[in-house]
């Protein structure tokens, strides 16, 4: 069964980091682009980061260039996303997606289920 499992948020104060996770199993992850998406209440979805499938390619919104770094463990079949000098507006739920592809340019098409980041003032 294909599962993406997002891991690693919670509530941290401003400036603080986080490390999420997302433990892929179901499919050959090594194949896949994987992108991280946020959703903070009352706001639209925001694509914040991808990784290609070989981890040789990266991009960044700009909303968080510079602050947080997305990474891969092919072999453990998990992306990380490094979130450093986190602030107030980056609280949100953070889910990881599974693109159609190896690119990060192709559309995605399965989630997990989001892990929540809380980041007080």
């Known amino acids: 069964q294909l599962r993406l499992v997002e891991s690693g948020g919670g509530l941290v104060q401003s400036g603080g980091s986080l490390r999420l996770s997302c433990a892929a199993s179901?499919?050959?992850?090594?194949?896949?682009?994987i992108g991280w998406f946020r959703q903070a209440p009352g706001r639209e979805r925001e694509g914040i980061s991808c990784?290609?499938?070989?981890?040789?390619?990266?991009n960044y919104a700009d909303s968080v260039k510079g602050r947080f770094t997305i990474s891969r463990d092919n072999a453990k079949s998990t992306v990380y996303l490094q979130m450093n000098s986190l602030k107030p507006e980056d609280t949100a739920d953070y889910y990881c997606?599974?693109?159609?592809?190896?690119?990060?340019?192709?559309?995605?098409?399965?989630w997990g289920q989001g892990t929540q980041v809380t980041v007080s003032s």
């Open positions: 997606a599974r693109g159609v592809g190896p690119s990060c340019h192709d559309a995605y098409n399965y």
């Open positions: 990784i290609s499938s070989s981890g040789g390619s990266t």
């Open positions: 179901g499919f050959r992850s090594d194949s896949y682009a």
